[in-house]
């Protein structure tokens, strides 16, 4: 099942460097102001656009939470009852040794399952993609939500998904409307290629000590990551877009 399933071996290998790199470390704190394991694009300024829907006590539910740092970011910032789950067993394995209190699962989008009105927060930064049904993932995110519950995503265009002409064609916003979901989106698309512009100048300055420390490869994939930008700010906001969607129950 596991080899079916779209960059499972990456994700278990990328989780494992995460736990064991001090400089993939030291290189998120640095390019991103926190060090969450981000894999791309969430920098600290966009998790801190999180804080105003999480109150004390929420109960906080992160799709493809990885090794849970930005949760645990969130129940520290917010106390926060934390729950989440990603197909990587490493990740999951990595998230329970952090917070041995935490609600940490191994899951897939699609699959996963929890009661009805169970999350005041549900969120899913740079994972909705990986939902082999968009219309489905996301009705079933609205019967976990309490009433006045909210959904927050993270979303970009161009590389994983197509890019579409705006906001309200993406498939997101497309299973949304299906269902009769409404919801508020923010165009990050500039902010995202100014981030982009600061991680590669910081993932070059990296390079050497990811090659001595023996995982240049991550060294290497991480500048690649930012290749969009070298097409300069104009062509990348035609062929990229990064929105903010906050859907509220
Ligand atoms: C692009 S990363 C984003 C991780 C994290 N949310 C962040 O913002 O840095 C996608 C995450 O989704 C997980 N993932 C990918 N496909 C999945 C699937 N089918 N089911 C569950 N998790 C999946 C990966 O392991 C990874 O943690």
Redesign the pocket.
């Known amino acids: 099942m596991e080899e079916e399933?779209?960059?499972?071996d990456a994700?278990e290998e990328?989780?494992t460097m995460a736990k064991e790199s001090e400089i993939f470390k030291e290189f998120c704190k640095e390019a991103y102001g926190e060090d969450?394991?981000?894999?791309?694009?969430?920098d600290i300024n966009q998790i801190n656009k999180i804080l105003p829907y999480v109150n004390e006590g929420a109960e906080i539910l992160?799709?493809?939470?990885?090794?849970g740092k930005?949760l645990m970011y969130l129940k520290e910032k917010c106390k926060a009852s934390i729950h989440g789950?990603?197909?990587?067993n490493k990740?999951i394995e990595y998230a329970k040794m952090a917070d041995k209190e935490a609600d940490f699962e191994v899951?897939?989008?699609?699959?996963?399952e929890y009661p009805d009105e169970s999350f005041d927060v549900v969120?899913?930064?740079?994972?909705v993609?990986?939902?082999?049904d968009m219309k489905a993932l996301v009705k079933q995110v609205r019967r976990w939500l309490k009433k006045d519950g909210v959904f927050f995503v993270?979303y970009q265009e161009g590389d994983?998904m197509d890019k579409t002409e705006d906001e309200n064609s993406t498939v997101f916003a497309k299973a949304l409307k299906e269902i009769g979901w409404d919801y508020e989106v923010s165009d990050i698309s500039l902010e995202s290629f100014e981030m982009l512009d600061k991680k590669r100048k910081i993932a070059l300055k990296y390079s050497e000590q990811f090659h001595k420390e023996g995982i240049g490869m991550w060294g290497d994939l991480l500048i690649d990551q930012t290749d969009y930008i070298l097409q300069g700010k104009d062509k990348y906001l035609e062929n990229l877009a990064r929105y903010i969607y906050v859907c509220k129950k």
């Open positions: 399933l779209l960059f499972y994700y990328f989780y969450f394991s981000q894999d791309g694009f969430s992160d799709i493809g939470c990885g090794n930005m789950f990603d197909y990587s990740a899951g897939i989008i699609g699959e996963k969120i899913a930064m740079d994972s993609y990986f939902a082999k993270a994983v």
